[in-house]
Structures are given as structure tokens and as C-alpha cells.
């Protein structure tokens, strides 16, 4: 059985490549795949957490669907937040989105 350490060590691998993408990039859906990654990030430790601390109990499953659910609403509202906002300016550089008025 792979110790829990190594699913922490992956989780932890995964949330900072979000981290970085984040913090680096200037495109708006590049941005969006990178929270995404660390919302990812944080299902492995749910489900690691669940396996090896009380697999009887689904709460660690429960709250990794929980969310997914919640990053795929995230993924679907920012695309199309992304895609009005690049019809509108033709750009979605996030730096140039810096006013709420159109």
C-alpha cells in the first residue's frame, strides 16, 4: 500500500504548480486551469485523508464530490465570465481588466 506521505507530497506538488500558474500568468483561462489544478489538489488530500483515517465512513468522499461540484460550477461560470469579457474587449489579459464598467 503507497504511504499517505507520498499522496501529501503529490497534493502538495499540485497545489503549488497551481499556485504558480495563478501568480504568473497574465491570461485569464490560463489562470482559471490553475485554480482549477488546486482545487484538484485538495480532492487528493480529501480522498488520501478519508482512506487512511476512517474508511467506514464516506465524509472524505462526500466532501470530494462536494468539490467537484463546486469546481465544475467555478469552471463554468468563469469560462463564460471569460468569454463575454473577451467579445466585449478582445482581450483577456487579466492585468487590462481592471474596471467593472465596460
Do not use: C, H
Amino acid at each position: 500500500m503507497i504511504p499517505l506521505s507520498w499522496y501529501l507530497i503529490v497534493s502538495a506538488l499540485l497545489f503549488s504548480i497551481g499556485l504558480f500558474g495563478l501568480l504568473a500568468r497574465r491570461n485569464a483561462v490560463a489562470m482559471l486551469m490553475a485554480v482549477e489544478l488546486m482545487l484538484n489538489a485538495v480532492n487528493i488530500n480529501l480522498v488520501a485523508f478519508w482512506r487512511y483515517q476512517t474508511p467506514e465512513a464516506p465524509a472524505g468522499l462526500a466532501w470530494a464530490v462536494f468539490v467537484l461540484t463546486i469546481a465544475a460550477a467555478e469552471a463554468a461560470v468563469g469560462l463564460a465570465l471569460i468569454i463575454s469579457v473577451y467579445r466585449r474587449r478582445d482581450s483577456v489579459i487579466a492585468e487590462e481588466l481592471d474596471t467593472l464598467k465596460f
